[in-house]
């Protein structure tokens, strides 16, 4: 995935809104998906919340960050983090995506971050809101 933080090579950088919560990707994410869900909503203060997803190997967080865990709207586990300074989501984690973990794109600041390649729960898609074309539209998730 070409242009997410600092260019070129393996190694991608991001960082909380106060700094003190740093992100490094070691390796190219697997997917980028724009969701629509009511959580990532209220998570991101936005109409949907932007991600990028990858083996937990392959990402190093350093600095404190605490954990709010719930449900889904369908009822799956997820657990957020975020930095206890300034309130930043650093990443999410779903039980129906083991071994994965999730980081805001927006921790890149990075307008050249790749178009997502699935838009789920469109169900609850804000209709202004556009989606890419070729983008992947599922109104629930991946099942649904």
């Known amino acids: 995935m070409a242009g997410l933080g600092n260019g070129g ?12 919560v740093r992100v490094v990707l070691a390796a190219e994410p697997a997917m980028v998906n724009m969701c629509h869900c009511a959580d990532c909503q209220r998570r991101s203060g936005s109409p949907f919340g932007m991600a990028v997803w990858l083996a937990e190997s ?24 975020f930095c206890p300074r300034c309130g930043s989501t650093i ?14 794109a927006g921790l890149f600041a990075d307008p050249d971050t790749p178009p997502p390649l699935r838009s789920v729960f469109e169900e ?3 209709k202004w809101v556009a989606v890419p074309d070729g983008t992947v539209r599922l109104p629930r998730g991946r099942d649904g």
């Open 124 to 126: 609850r898609r804000h």
């Open 91 to 104: 990443c999410y984690t779903a039980a129906i995506n083991p071994g994965l973990i999730a980081i805001p």
């Open 58 to 81: 392959d990402v190093a967080i350093s600095g404190e960050t605490r954990a709010f865990d719930h449900a889904s709207d369908k009822g799956r586990a997820l657990t957020n983090r």
């Open 9 to 20: 090579g393996m190694n991608r950088h991001g960082q909380c809104l106060c700094g003190a």
